[in-house]
């Protein structure tokens, strides 16, 4: 990628939805520019912007999952788990051998139901163990690694601030139908939204609105990190004493490498998910920088090998 192809990838991570001609003003080149630079990187399946709902405000709690399987299985686990639509960020790691994911339930019921009958169950999965997910640090939509342009020209495209929420949300159908088709476009026209809810235009400006403002929909930029030179990555798990846990998470999301944290359930309390440049990097990256925070007591790293699932829909 050139200057304007990542000022561009920088400039839809802060607001994914953002006008090509408010990001050529920024840019300092032309709207076609910026379209067509935007076309040719979504063509080439390089990014792509994907409409996400806040899961919290619709009354749903976050899982990461860990399965051990044997090597013949974890291809085809890891495939059935990327076709569900309550997963996300599924990952072959650890020779092949092992899947991480990221999934959400709602209520109990659902969760009883993930945890005792959804998981796969074979004598191929070795081990299964689920985390709940308590508080985010940092999320993929806030990487560091995708940093190009300057703070004053992030701040003119920055969005205006969501409004705090308090207790789950209820959506009707319309709503419902909108999220869908904004999770496979997040920069579908308003035209094609109208077509996906039977709504006026007019109605489609309106909810997309609000629905940002209530902090229930947000836009997230899918970018595989090997586009951007960042060509290992890996996640982590790391124990701290409780008292420890929540300074560890805020120092793990200064880092530039870190692009996902956060605080969990388990035998270690704290989750991550790291971009570098290469094995070298990453062990500068644990060697040095990780183990400068002294309140981490245990740590294990697992290389990612193939990632078969990044954004992923809501089941609504």
């Known amino acids: 990628m050139d200057t304007v192809d990542r000022a561009l990838v920088h400039a839809l991570q802060i607001d994914g939805r953002a006008p090509f001609r408010a990001i050529a003003d920024v840019l300092g080149v032309s709207e076609n520019t910026v379209a067509r630079r935007y076309r040719r990187l979504r063509g080439q399946g390089v990014l792509r912007v994907a409409g996400l709902v806040n899961g919290a405000r619709l009354g749903y709690t976050q899982w990461t999952i860990r399965l051990r399987c044997t090597p013949d299985?974890?291809?085809?686990?890891?495939?059935?788990?990327?076709?569900?639509?309550?997963?996300?960020?599924?990952?072959?790691?650890?020779?092949?051998?092992?899947?991480?994911?990221?999934?959400?339930?709602?209520?109990?019921?659902?969760?009883?139901?993930?945890?005792?009958?959804?998981?796969?169950?074979?004598?191929?999965?070795?081990?299964v163990s689920a985390h709940l997910l308590l508080r985010n640090f940092v999320l993929p939509d806030g990487w560091q690694g995708l940093a190009w342009l300057s703070p004053e020209q992030a701040d003119r495209l920055r969005p205006p601030p969501v409004e705090a929420g308090d207790g789950p949300i209820d959506l009707d159908e319309g709503d419902k139908a909108l999220l869908r088709a904004l999770?496979?476009?997040?920069?579908?026209?308003?035209?094609?939204?109208?077509?996906?809810?039977?709504?006026?235009?007019?109605?489609?400006?309106?909810?997309?609105?609000?629905?940002?403002?209530?902090?229930?929909?947000?836009?997230?930029?899918?970018?595989?990190p090997s586009a951007l030179g960042f060509g290992t990555e890996a996640r982590l798990w790391i124990a701290a004493p409780p008292a420890k846990a929540v300074e560890v998470g805020?120092?793990?999301?200064?880092?530039?490498?870190?692009?996902?944290?956060?605080?969990?359930?388990?035998?270690?309390?704290?989750?991550?998910?790291?971009?570098?440049?290469?094995?070298?990097?990453?062990?500068?990256?644990?060697?040095?920088?990780?183990?400068?925070?002294e309140a981490v007591t245990t740590m294990e790293t697992a290389p990612i090998i193939r990632t078969v699932k990044r954004g992923g829909s809501l089941r609504l």
């Not at 974890?74 to 999934?103: H, N, Q, W």
């Not at 039977?198 to 836009?219: D, M, N």
Request: proline residues 4%; aromatic residues 6%.
């Open 73 to 127: 299985a974890a291809v085809p686990v890891a495939k059935a788990l990327a076709a569900r639509d309550d997963t996300s960020f599924v990952y072959l790691m650890s020779g092949g051998t092992e899947i991480s994911c990221t999934v959400r339930t709602r209520g109990t019921r659902d969760q009883d139901a993930l945890l005792l009958d959804k998981l796969p169950r074979t004598s191929r999965v070795v081990s």
């Open 183 to 224: 999770n496979l476009d997040g920069r579908a026209s308003y035209a094609e939204l109208a077509a996906a809810t039977g709504w006026s235009e007019t109605t489609v400006k309106r909810r997309l609105y609000a629905l940002r403002g209530q902090g229930i929909l947000s836009y997230q930029l899918d970018v595989p």
């Open 250 to 293: 805020a120092a793990l999301a200064r880092h530039p490498e870190i692009a996902f944290a956060a605080l969990t359930t388990g035998p270690t309390n704290l989750v991550a998910a790291l971009n570098c440049r290469d094995p070298l990097d990453l062990g500068r990256y644990l060697t040095e920088r990780l183990a400068a925070l």
